[in-house]
Each structure stands twice: as structure tokens, then as C-alpha cells.
């Protein structure tokens, strides 16, 4: 069954540190994959998509996002962590025959230390 | 542009009262969702709106949940009556179309706290 998977409840960096936060997923095509990122109160926000072409995409506040076939991964990074990235962030996918659907998942909590 | 909008932020009620929730999308945005999202987890898609017509509510427990989408603008969903596991964060998106993949972009939620 299609699934998406991020490994990593909670994660802390340090301040300046680079981050990398994981996600897989199920299926037996390539889907469309999302990252959103939800800060405390707020609404989900899109950082970046990939549908199809380069790998390696780029997303608002300097994160990005790199699609590996045969890893089923779209991991997300950042090379330097400021405060302000402290949120809940969330791997989603959409699994074409099923239209428009986005499917989450859990989420990973990033906590930021000074 | 105004972003999707909603409200209460929100609500606490008692187990077996009723709820509703209330979202109004982008302004050209002829797709509309609900999604349910208890902590620890991801969003879970309730109810897909086309125009005022439903897409899919395969999701939607609908003994106790409705939603309706009059005139293909705003949207109620509710809760009648409520249980304790409905606590969590409701939150609306809207989309330009629905078909091949148009961006959802998310309302702040409603948090919902059932006692």
C-alpha cells in the first residue's frame, strides 16, 4: 500500500548547524513529492515540490530537497539552521492515480538550541 | 491575495455537544478541503470539495460528520455530536482546480478540544 514514512519525530540542531530531515515513501511509481513546513498556530506552508526533471530542488528560505529513485527518499536539508526554523516540518505525497490527494506524513518537530 | 481563511481558531466544547467549523477559500479557488489533524500526526484529508460538488468524502466519518459547501464558495464542516478522539487541529485548503496536481494552500486551522 502507498505510504509515506519520516523516520524522525523530534530532531535538534544546534544554531548554524546543517540539517537533514528524512522521508520515504511507498509506491511503485515516481509520485509528486512536497515538503510543508507548520509553524506553532499557523497554517501549512510549502517549501518546495518536485514532480518530475532535476533532483535536486530548491525551495524558499534557503532549504532544499533532493529525490532519490532508488532510495524511495526525498530527504530535505539546509546547510545553516537560524532560530526562526524551529517548526513542525511534513513530507507529503501525492499518489497519481488517486487524483489530487495529498497524503502526510507524521511529521518531524525540529528544535533549534543557541 | 488573501489566504484562506477561518474560523473559530478555537473551540472547546463538551463530549456529545455539537461543533462547526467554518472556512472560506482564495477568492477563484473552485477545489476546496478539509483535512483532520490530531497531534502527532499528519493531516488526514476528511472531505474534497469541486465547486459544491463532493469529490471525495471516503475518509469522512460520516455518522457524525457533515460538510456542505453552498454556492461553491464557502464551507461548514461540522460535528454532531462530538467525541472525545474529534480533538484536534481542522484545517481548510483550497486549490485553483482540481485534476492534474494544483498547489493546496493551507488556512491557519481551527484547534478543537473536546472534553
Known amino acids: 500500500a502507498q505510504s509515506v514514512t519520516q523516520p524522525d519525530i523530534h530532531i535538534t540542531v544546534s544554531e548554524g548547524a546543517s540539517l537533514e530531515l528524512r522521508c520515504n515513501y511507498s509506491?511503485?511509481?515516481?509520485?509528486?513529492l512536497f515538503w510543508y513546513v507548520q509553524s506553532p498556530g499557523q497554517g501549512l506552508q510549502l517549501l518546495l515540490k518536485?514532480?518530475?526533471?532535476?533532483?535536486l530542488v530548491q525551495g524558499i528560505k534557503g532549504f532544499e530537497a533532493e529525490f532519490k529513485r532508488s532510495q524511495s527518499s526525498f530527504n530535505l536539508r539546509k546547510p545553516s539552521v537560524h532560530w526562526s526554523d524551529a517548526a513542525e516540518y511534513f513530507c507529503?505525497?501525492?499518489?497519481?492515480?488517486?487524483?489530487?490527494?495529498?497524503?502526510f506524513g507524521a511529521g518531524t518537530i525540529l528544535r533549534v538550541k543557541s | 491575495e488573501a489566504g484562506v481563511a477561518q474560523s473559530p481558531r478555537y473551540k472547546i466544547i463538551e463530549k456529545r455537544q455539537s461543533v462547526a467549523f467554518w472556512c472560506n477559500p482564495i477568492?477563484?479557488?473552485?477545489?476546496l478541503y478539509w483535512y483532520q489533524q490530531i497531534l502527532g500526526q499528519g493531516p488526514k484529508l476528511l472531505i474534497q470539495?469541486?465547486?459544491?460538488?463532493?469529490?471525495?468524502d471516503s475518509q469522512l466519518p460520516k455518522d457524525r460528520f457533515s460538510a456542505e459547501r453552498l454556492k461553491g464558495v464557502d464551507s461548514t464542516l461540522k460535528i454532531q455530536p462530538a467525541k472525545l478522539e474529534d480533538s484536534a487541529v481542522y484545517l481548510c485548503?483550497?486549490?485553483?482546480?482540481?485534476?492534474?496536481?494544483?498547489?493546496?494552500?493551507f488556512g491557519p486551522g481551527t484547534r478543537l478540544t473536546v472534553l
Open positions: 485548503a483550497s486549490s485553483f482546480r482540481t485534476g492534474s496536481y494544483n498547489e493546496q494552500f
Open positions: 509506491y511503485g511509481a515516481t509520485p509528486y
Open positions: 518536485y514532480f518530475s526533471g532535476d533532483t
Open positions: 507529503a505525497v501525492v499518489f497519481m492515480e488517486y487524483g489530487n490527494k495529498l497524503v
Open positions: 477568492s477563484g479557488h473552485a477545489t
Open positions: 470539495f469541486q465547486n459544491n460538488g463532493v469529490v471525495d
